[in-house]
T-cell receptor, first 108, second 118 residues
Framework: EIVLTQSPATLSLSPGERATLSCRAS??????LAWYQQKPGQAPRLLIY???NRATGIPARFSGSGSGTDFTLTISSLEPEDFAVYYC??????????FGGGTKVEIK | EVQLVESGGGLVKPGGSLRLSCAAS????????MNWVRQAPGKGLEWVSS????????YYADSVKGRFTISRDNAKNSVYLQMNSLRPEDTAVYYC???????????WGQGTLISVSS
């Protein structure tokens, strides 16, 4: 099973700041990595798939990068609606499909 | 408009059974793999099961294998999760999710809560 480790667990930032979230895989997942955003009481929403491709309707301030075992989700300038929990997920070697433990981006 | 609407959640005693349903609309249901993903209270996301559009390929997480059964009815645009021998650790919000590419969850339902408690 591929284990995904996200860091940091919590990121405290102000609106307008840049957010950098990390996801590390226990073995290579090539670029088969996705990022999801989840707000309280809501279902997750797909942001990025295959490491760097924005999903339909996702603003350009969200970008993804990386390959192999190290991945980054960057939010270039935080908007108030971006404060949420973010999860990475791999589809390289499954079952099982696995998610990271999440990074909470909170208002400083 | 794409919609996924889960139903069937509720409170059940350990060892009991429940059947979840997910009704889909707004897209050609048989063209998409469907999935169940769960989230325990205050915890992260856990993939539970996947079924291909033609029901040929079915996969389960080890934590539910032998207890849960995924199925679909393309004529009714619905996917199901039969959950038997429920345990307290199965308590979670269960989401139905459409796979927009292989194992990429492009669209999610709003979720249905399962509580397993005596």
């Amino acid at each position: 099973e591929i284990v995904l480790t996200q860091s940091p667990a919590t990121l405290s930032l102000s609106p307008g700041e840049r957010a950098t979230l990390s996801c590390r895989a226990s073995q290579s997942v090539n670029t088969y990595l996705a990022w999801y955003q989840q707000k309280p009481g809501q279902a997750p929403r797909l942001l990025i798939y295959d490491a760097s491709n924005r999903a339909t309707g996702i603003p350009a301030r969200f970008s993804g990068s990386g390959s192999g075992t190290d991945f980054t989700l960057t939010i270039s300038s935080l908007e108030p609606e971006d404060f949420a929990v973010y999860y990475c997920q791999q589809r390289s070697n499954w079952p099982p499909l696995t998610f990271g433990g999440g990074t909470k981006v909170e208002i400083k | 408009e794409v919609q996924l609407v889960e139903s069937g959640g509720g409170l059940v005693k350990p060892g009991g059974s429940l059947r979840l349903s997910c009704a889909a609309s707004g897209f050609t249901f048989s063209d998409f793999d469907m999935n169940w993903v769960r989230q325990a209270p205050g915890k992260g996301l856990e993939w539970v099961s996947s079924i291909s559009g033609d029901s040929i390929y079915i996969y389960y997480a080890d934590s539910v294998k032998g207890r849960f059964t995924i199925s679909r009815d393309n004529a009714k645009n619905s996917v199901y999760l039969q959950m038997n021998s429920l345990r307290p650790e199965d308590t979670a919000v269960y989401y139905c999710a459409r796979a927009d590419a292989v194992a990429v969850f492009g669209f999610w339902g709003q979720g249905t809560l399962i509580s397993v408690s005596s």
